[in-house]
């Protein structure tokens, strides 16, 4: 009988049936094939307890079925996450371990063992240690790293055996530069079990496309250069770019023509990207009017579809004005209509201010056969009046001058008795 080798740390991540642990895993038979080859079939480990005969499996072949006693299990029921810039990760953890002695025949005390975790991540070539933990010890231990923190402990207490345990990660608020593969360590008194997972961090486009709305041309003329932006997004690999005329002269989606080329991509803080899109458009018909251009974008953080934003063509000549063409004139005119109306309010009680608070200053002389009495007084509004009995010599009778506005000197006849 040939040689036999089982791989039981292979796609622990395609368990069939989970419990408290897994009781199908499904892995790789190796076998030797002689001439220094070997033959690599599927094979599934069951975990169970008893003696029953294992259930029938008609993809596997009986004869080469194997009785293994799994000490320790190591598994995960997420081992490629993929999570959003700033999100929390949390890595699943579960390990088991059924002791191969009796309970008679076991040195240890009752109950699980004391154990020990580690979380390393291994990105680009370099890695580190993130977290290290060992329940029920009192041993030191580094600080964890980047915030992060494990739910180590055993799930439960049974004094013989089997126990379960748990030592999922906790990542808070993921970056760009946190993805890569995370190694899980479990060390028990002798026994030591690993496992891997793959964190994927992505970040979802934002696409823009301008000139926004509408893009005007005239019939023979090419429209101007479309640019798409593709905004923050993470990883720059798997990024697709897509120009497409919609409702063009055959009525439906097909690959706009032109010239197109992308920029370079340019990096953010944040470990995120970005770069545009540039379409020249061919020169246009009349045929094309009311057409759509839009931008296609696909990345792995986006649906099956992408995401995409698109401008009307308009061409010159082939459109009347619409109602909203209508509706912005009326409001256009009415806003001028206003302004203009207001203007003419302001400028003519501006000019009624300035009359009103004019001041006029009046020389009045006054002539006699032997006398000239120099005689000012100042008019300041309507109606301004001046008295006589400034010359004890002379009477005055009174004389008022109805008038708002004076340029020069005004000739006043003034009544004069001599008082002797």
Same mark, same amino acid.
């Given at each position: ?6 791989? !039981? ?28 080859? +070997? ?5 599934? &480990? ?5 003696? *029953? ?12 079925? +194997?009785?293994?006693?799994?000490? !320790? ?16 990760? &949390?890595?699943? =953890?579960? #390990? ?18 004391? /154990? ?20 029920? =010890? ?20 049974? %004094? ?8 999922? #990660? ?17 060390? &028990? ?5 690993q496992i891997t997972l793959e964190l994927a961090v992505?970040?979802? %486009? ?33 990024? *697709? ?7 063009? %002269? ?10 197109r080329w992308l920029s370079a991509l340019r990096h ?62 009326? =409001? ?10 207001? !203007? ?21 002389? !006054? #002539? ?7 005689? %000012? ?18 009477? /005055? ?24």
């Amino acid at each position: 009988m040939k040689r036999l080798s089982l791989l !039981l740390a292979v796609a622990l991540g395609l368990a069939t049936a989970v419990s408290a642990r897994p009781a199908v895993i499904e892995c790789w038979f190796v076998e030797d094939a002689g001439g220094g080859k +070997l033959a690599k079939k599927p094979a599934a &480990l069951l975990l169970r307890q008893g003696t *029953e005969s294992p259930p029938p499996r008609p993809d596997l072949a009986p004869e080469r079925y +194997l009785k293994v006693h799994a000490v !320790l299990t190591v598994f995960t029921h997420t081992p490629t996450p993929r999570i959003q810039t700033g999100q929390d990760a &949390l890595l699943d =953890l579960s #390990f088991a371990y059924m002791p191969l002695t009796s309970k008679a025949a076991t040195p240890l005390a009752p109950g699980p063992p004391p /154990f020990g975790l580690e979380w390393r991540r291994q990105h680009l070539g370099k890695g580190h240690l993130l977290l290290a933990v060992t329940p029920g =010890l009192n041993g030191q231990v580094p600080a964890a790293q980047e915030g992060s923190v494990a739910f180590a402990a055993w799930d439960d207490d049974e %004094p013989w055996g089997p126990w379960t345990g748990n030592g999922t #990660f906790w990542l808070p608020a993921v970056q760009p530069s946190q993805e890569g593969t995370y190694l899980a360590t479990v060390h &028990l008194p002798y026994l030591q079990g690993q496992i891997t997972l793959e964190l994927a961090v992505q970040k979802t %486009p934002t696409v823009t496309l301008t000139p926004a709305a509408l893009v005007w041309a005239a019939p023979g003329e090419a429209p101007p250069e479309l640019l798409c932006l593709v905004s923050h997004f993470y990883p720059s690999q798997g990024l *697709e770019v897509e120009w497409e005329l919609r409702g063009g %002269p055959e009525g439906r989606f097909q690959k706009a023509e032109g010239q197109r080329w992308l920029s370079a991509l340019r990096h953010h803080s944040d470990g995120s990207v970005s770069l545009y899109a540039h379409l020249q458009p061919p020169p246009v018909t009349s045929e094309q009017h009311g057409a759509r251009y839009a931008c296609r974008v696909h990345h792995p953080s986006l649906p099956a579809l992408g995401r995409s934003a698109e401008v009307t063509l308009q061409v010159a000549g082939f459109s009347g004005p619409s109602l909203e063409d209508g509706i912005g004139l009326f =409001l256009s005119a009415f806003l001028l209509l206003g302004f203009l109306k207001a !203007l003419s309010w302001a400028v003519a009680y501006l000019t009624t201010q300035n009359s009103m608070e004019k001041v006029t200053t009046l020389h009045l002389p !006054l #002539f006699f056969p032997s006398h000239f009495i120099p005689f %000012p007084q100042l008019l300041t509004q309507e109606g301004g009046c001046w008295p006589g009995g400034q010359n004890p010599a002379l009477e /005055f009778t009174q004389t008022c001058i109805k008038s708002c506005h004076f340029k020069q000197a005004t000739p006043v006849s003034l009544g004069v008795s001599p008082l002797f």
